[in-house]
């Protein structure tokens, strides 16, 4: 027999997943356009602003939900996670337009070289890919498996940092040295990354709690 709750929790089911989707459509995009040096942001600001609306949406229906029926064990974790995990797909579809809006502010930096940005993004964007997977498949595994590519996305991250504020030979960094939009926008831009891969964790953890009702270890 259904319940009046599984009505709800299939709405919020939907609304969480169209976030996931829209999340992942929105990162993908920011990382195509700057790597062709494109600034168009007005299509990532529609989708920043429809994940900041599908949020506000999710967080009433989980509290109306929570004070109607006063769900318990795996529909409570269920609900409660959503609230949190629907916070980091509109983080995602933040940051993603923060690094459209960079390349904007700057102007045309297709002259500087990507390289590092672009080796940090392949590992965000599939850590990004894997938590939505995850959350749809309820893979209480994956948020180890996160948090390793976490500590990747890290590494990188404080590796790419010493190089552009260390005196170098290198093309990058002199390319940083010659144009400060170079330097400004490869920090920016790796800072986003940095913590989209921080936000997939987060996911993680969420899923790993609605299945097993505990923290990641991790956290």
Same mark, same amino acid.
């Given at each position: 027999?259904?319940?009046?709750?599984?009505?709800?929790?299939?709405?919020?089911?939907?609304?969480?997943?169209?976030?996931?989707?829209?999340?992942?459509?929105?990162?993908?995009?920011?990382?195509?356009?700057?790597?062709?040096?494109?600034?168009?942001?007005?299509?990532?600001?529609?989708?920043?602003?429809?994940?900041?609306?599908?949020?506000?949406?999710?967080?009433?229906?989980?509290?109306?939900?929570?004070?109607?029926?006063?769900?318990?064990?795996? %529909?409570? +974790?269920?609900?409660? #996670?959503?609230?949190? $995990?629907?916070?980091?797909?509109? *983080?995602?579809?933040?940051? =993603?337009?923060?690094?459209?809006?960079?390349?904007?502010?700057?102007?045309?930096?297709?002259?500087?070289?990507?390289?590092?940005?672009?080796?940090?993004?392949?590992?965000?964007?599939?850590?990004?890919?894997?938590?939505?997977?995850?959350?749809?498949?309820?893979?209480?595994?994956?948020?180890?498996?996160?948090?390793?590519?976490?500590?990747?996305?890290?590494?990188?991250?404080?590796?790419?940092?010493?190089?552009?504020?260390?005196?170098?030979?290198?093309?990058?960094?002199?390319?940083?040295?010659? %144009?400060? +939009?170079?330097?400004? #926008?490869?920090?920016? $831009?790796?800072?986003?990354?940095? *913590?989209?891969?921080?936000? =997939?964790?987060?996911?993680?953890?969420?899923?790993?709690?609605?299945?097993?009702?505990?923290?990641?270890?991790?956290?």
């Amino acid at each position: 027999m259904t319940r009046l709750l599984d009505y709800g929790l299939g709405s919020l089911s939907n609304l969480i997943m169209k976030m996931a989707d829209l999340s992942v459509r929105s990162v993908d995009t920011a990382i195509e356009l700057y790597e062709k040096g494109d600034g168009d942001k007005s299509q990532l600001f529609e989708w920043s602003e429809q994940l900041r609306v599908l949020q506000d949406e999710i967080t009433e229906l989980a509290v109306e939900l929570i004070a109607r029926y006063q769900p318990v064990a795996t %529909d409570l +974790r269920f609900i409660r #996670s959503c609230i949190e $995990i629907s916070y980091g797909f509109s *983080r995602f579809g933040r940051y =993603a337009y923060d690094i459209v809006d960079v390349i904007g502010a700057m102007g045309s930096i297709a002259h500087c070289d990507k390289s590092a940005v672009m080796e940090m993004a392949k590992t965000t964007t599939e850590m990004i890919h894997q938590s939505v997977q995850a959350l749809r498949t309820r893979d209480k595994t994956a948020a180890e498996k996160l948090y390793q590519m976490d500590d990747t996305v890290d590494a990188l991250y404080r590796k790419h940092l010493r190089e552009a504020i260390t005196p170098s030979t290198k093309k990058g960094t002199n390319d940083m040295v010659k %144009d400060p +939009r170079c330097y400004v #926008s490869t920090l920016l $831009i790796l800072r986003y990354l940095e *913590r989209m891969a921080d936000h =997939a964790c987060y996911v993680g953890d969420a899923v790993n709690y609605i299945v097993t009702g505990s923290s990641s270890p991790r956290r």
